[in-house]
Each structure stands twice: as C-alpha cells, then as structure tokens.
C-alpha cells in the first residue's frame, strides 16, 4: 500500500513538472514573437527559479 502512495505522490510531481515546464516553453515562443532573446532568456530564468 505504502510503494503505491509513493508512486501516486511521484507520479503527481512530475505532473506538476511538467506543466511548469509547458509554460516555460509558452512565455518563450510567446516572448520570441514580440521581443528579444535577452527577454525571453530573463522570464525563463526567473521561471525557473520557482522550482
């Protein structure tokens, strides 16, 4: 019972995992169409701090 509440809370954070992740990837094609690099390269940064 214990290894399948464990996998359930694994299976949970990489969920959340990689939603993060899909919004990193939106603010970058987001920010690419309407600014620099520079731009996008600070959000995803600052984005990727919040892990």
Known sequence: MQ???NLMEVLIL???KNFKL???????NAMSS???IDSASS???IL???Y
Not at 22 to 28: A, F, G, Q
């Open 3 to 5: 290894k399948n509440e």
């Open 14 to 16: 990489e969920k959340e």
């Open 22 to 28: 899909k919004m990193v990837v939106e603010n970058i």
């Open 34 to 36: 309407d600014a620099s």
């Open 43 to 45: 959000t995803v940064q």
């Open 48 to 50: 990727l701090q919040c």
